[in-house]
């Protein structure tokens, strides 16, 4: 079977650093996704590793290990408006997103 | 980025009526299309798998005849929820891949729908 397992909430305070972590566990993999969501809106695209290893991007950065099933999402400097949920997604064999339930990161300051 | 819009943004129909949600691609072409259902505090869930000119592929447990897709052009498509009661009401969000990046889908802003 696949399956995503992340954390349901996080906290942390404003200009911290925190880290989300994200295990899953597939039959096939073209690639892990980091998105984020805020309350009533669509997800919006942060990340993508499809080797392992480290993608800093600004505040955000991703890490990969395929052997290991796991990648966490780093966030820098934590501001206010990074409150909202962050869903890990892989891409399986047939190239399609499988989701997590998301971890909901709350910033308080 | 590339831009997918959704129209309407929201909307409130009694039972038993039809409600029909676009999904555009703005400044891409988009051969695939996805159109995901999100209940309040779940993840996403992929309804259907729409490509242009022919049938929806349907994911488990997904009424084919109550969620109507059609894609007819390679800038958008359709959801129709036909007959909708109260247990549809959801937020519907599509998404369309960009040919020319394999792999990231974009998102529209969704379309959160209210049966009454």
């Known amino acids: 079977g696949q399956n995503i397992d992340q954390p349901t909430e996080m906290t942390a305070t404003e200009g911290a650093i925190v880290q989300i972590n994200c295990t899953y566990q597939?039959?096939?993999?073209?690639?892990l996704f980091w998105y984020q969501q805020h309350a009533g809106e669509a997800p919006t695209f942060l990340s993508y590793n499809v080797l392992d290893g480290l993608e800093e991007k600004g505040r955000f950065s991703s890490f990969l290990s395929r052997s290991k099933g796991y990648s966490y999402l780093l966030l820098k400097e934590l501001q206010m408006k990074d409150s909202a949920s962050y869903l890990c997604?892989?891409?399986?064999?047939?190239?399609?997103?499988?989701w997590g339930a998301g971890t909901k990161l709350i910033i308080k300051p | 980025g590339a831009v997918v819009s959704q129209h309407p943004s929201w909307v409130i129909c009694k039972s038993g009526t039809s409600v029909k949600i676009e999904c555009r691609s703005l400044d891409f072409q988009a051969t695939t299309m996805f159109w995901y259902r999100q209940f309040p505090k779940q993840s996403l869930m992929l309804m259907a798998t729409?490509?242009?000119?022919?049938?929806?592929?349907?994911e488990q447990g997904v009424e084919k005849d109550k969620f109507l897709i059609n894609h007819a052009s390679l800038t958008l498509s359709t959801l129709t929820v036909t007959s909708a009661h109260p247990e549809d009401s959801s937020f519907y969000i599509c998404?369309?891949?960009?040919?020319?990046?394999?792999?990231?889908?974009?998102f529209g802003p969704g379309t959160r729908l209210t049966v009454t």
């Open positions: 997604v892989f891409m399986d064999s047939n190239y399609q997103l499988i």
């Open positions: 597939t039959s096939g993999f073209n690639g």
């Open positions: 998404s369309a891949r960009d040919p020319q990046t394999d792999y990231e889908q974009y």
């Open positions: 729409s490509n242009e000119g022919s049938k929806a592929t349907y």
